[in-house]
């Protein structure tokens, strides 16, 4: 059984850091492009951040990109998703995912399996 487990959330403060980390379980974590997305109430899940398989590639959206660093230990079965300088804005539930696909991703119908999410809240 596949597994994804996001932690990491939390609450901070405008320009705090945080890492999120998902383990993966039950695949071939090597094969798998891994993705970061964020959902608000009211909105659709959104696009953040996605690692290749080896991690040697990455892509952000726009409203992360210099802020947020998309990482992957494929020895430890996890990808990370380092975010700096945290606005409200960014106050969103954290899904990573997981494609076995060759291509950086951003549309979530690509992914093939979801964790449950991490709360982010970033207070002004």
């Known amino acids: 059984q596949v597994q994804l487990v996001e932690s990491g959330g939390g609450l901070v403060q405008t320009g705090d850091s945080l890492r999120l980390s998902c383990a993966a379980s039950?695949?071939?974590?090597?094969?798998?492009?891994m993705g970061w997305f964020r959902h608000t109430p009211g909105q659709e899940r959104r696009f953040i951040a996605t690692?290749?398989?080896?991690?040697?590639?990455?892509y952000y959206a726009g409203s992360v990109k210099g802020r947020f660093t998309i990482s992957r230990d494929n020895a430890k079965n996890t990808v990370y998703l380092q975010m700096n300088s945290l606005k409200p804005e960014d106050t969103a539930v954290y899904y990573c995912?997981?494609?076995?696909?060759?291509?950086?991703?951003?549309?979530?119908?690509?992914?093939?399996?979801w964790g449950l999410g991490t709360q982010v809240t970033v207070s002004s």
């Open positions: 995912a997981a494609a076995n696909d060759y291509e950086l991703l951003t549309i979530p119908s690509r992914y093939t399996y």
């Open positions: 039950g695949l071939t974590f090597g094969v798998y492009v």
């Open positions: 690692i290749t398989r080896s991690g040697g590639s990455t």
